[in-house]
């Protein structure tokens, strides 16, 4: 089992290979698994990048990224523009359902309301934002429309886990309350919790999913 000596050895070296990542700029600490990180990003997408970063390492159980977004002289832009330039992206990234999504955006924070049929919908308006130049951070407050009947939910989520060779099924329990389904079990890394939590939200109809997945050997 990994110390959080380790892990937080094992963090730094992920985040050193990182081409996208100044990590010079980020402290990492570690407390029961958990990644705390601190410092400053040049931009919203390098604090994106550095927390999925340290998903990716094995025996992290949880991150919480403090680090603060610090824009480099003239990377600022107005709340209109930046506004304008969100409306823009999202109309790229989804050419059909962008109408049903509504951009605010207050000193660089851009808040996304609305709503969709599909997590992955909800998912690709925040990508598409996610690396506008003069972003200070993101609030994804759209919401899923159910299109389905419930009923199947369950059955359907656990053949995906089946045939998805990132997720081992076995270790893993579903349970589906109308729209609502819950995980837990045990896996060996974050970043295979994450993948159980996107397959679940793939699911037709599903409106929440609470995660209740641990991290251990």
Known sequence: MKTDSDIKRDVEAELRWSPEIDETDIAVKVNGGVVALSGFARSYYDKYQAEATVKRVA?????????EVRLPQGG??????TAR?????????????????????????????GTVEWQYLKEAAETAVRRLRGLTGV????????????????????????RNAEVDAKHISIEARGSEVTLRGNVRSWGEREQAQRTAWSAPGVTQVKNQITVGP
């Open 59 to 67: 025996g992290v159980a949880g991150v919480a990224n403090d680090v």
């Open 76 to 81: 600022e832009t107005s709340d209109p523009e």
């Open 85 to 113: 330039e969100a409306v823009t992206a999202i109309k790229l990234a989804l050419p059909v359902s962008h109408e049903s999504i509504k951009v605010l955006v207050h000193k660089g924070r851009v808040t996304l309301e």
């Open 139 to 162: 609030s994804n407050l759209i919401t899923i429309r159910p299109r389905v009947s419930t009923t199947d939910i369950q059955h359907k989520i656990e053949d995906a886990f089946r």
